[in-house]
């Protein structure tokens, strides 16, 4: 258990939708990432915040939007979910965010667009 | 951007063999490497990085080594065991507007009792 936590596992919704993942990071850690992991495009940085604040984007579209709130927990929000949304989305937190820091990755939550 | 290539895609070893993986990026302004397994199911967790400024680096029976004049790394896994048998990711992060990362498609390693 790597002590970061995401909530729901699994979730499963329709074309056209919004969703909110949320992720909780180890305690004492003040940066969040996100990535996104499809079959085929394999694993995807999304996001990376610190403190709160937006620290670097990667391949997130403008569909999608993450914030940190001030208890250091992290949201990803996903509209007008399309087919190809559907993926194993993973957080992970790291303790200052600094390129060299280890990310300790969530379990993950499954989302499946229908 | 970056563009990290990852070869094999799936690799299959005899257990108490060696098995290597490989990968290029094309960024020289790449500056640290980890690479993480992930187990069916599970989430992927960090075994070993290496930094630019190092040319190789050993952690019991995983070792990594970068090549910055061509622009490659490889993980080397000695003496596998059937534990050893998952999905193993390379990644290079630069520091560019931000922390960016970038990951190689996947090498499923397989280790045969």
């Known amino acids: 258990d790597s002590g970061v936590t995401q909530t729901p596992k699994h979730l499963i919704t329709a074309t056209g939708q919004r969703v909110t993942l949320r992720c909780s990071p180890r305690?004492?850690?003040?940066?969040v990432y996100w990535y996104q992991q499809s079959l085929d495009q394999g694993l995807q940085f999304l996001i990376q915040?610190?403190?709160?604040?937006?620290?670097a984007k990667g391949n997130i579209l403008e569909r999608f939007s993450a914030q940190q709130f001030p208890d250091l927990h992290s949201e990803l929000n996903l509209s007008s979910l399309e087919l190809g949304d559907s993926a194993l989305y993973f957080c992970a937190s790291s303790v200052s965010g600094r390129l060299t820091d280890t990310q300790y990755f969530g379990p993950g939550t499954r989302l499946t667009v229908l | 951007g970056e563009n990290v290539e990852q070869h094999p895609s799936t690799l299959s070893v005899q257990e108490g063999d060696s098995a290597v993986i490989k990968c290029t990026y094309s960024?020289?302004?790449?500056?640290?490497f980890p690479w993480y397994k992930q187990e069916l199911g599970k989430r992927p967790q960090l075994i070993i990085d290496i930094r630019s400024n190092v040319g190789e680096k050993k952690d019991q029976r995983i070792a990594v080594t970068l090549n910055k004049t061509a622009k490659h790394f490889s993980l080397h896994i000695t003496e596998t065991q059937p534990e050893d048998s998952a999905v193993y990711f390379c990644a290079a992060s630069i520091r560019d507007a931000g922390n960016q990362f970038y990951f190689g498609t996947g090498t499923s390693l397989t280790v045969i009792p």
């Open positions: 960024d020289s302004a790449s500056n640290y």
């Open positions: 305690s004492g850690d003040l940066s």
């Open positions: 915040y610190y403190n709160g604040e937006e620290r």
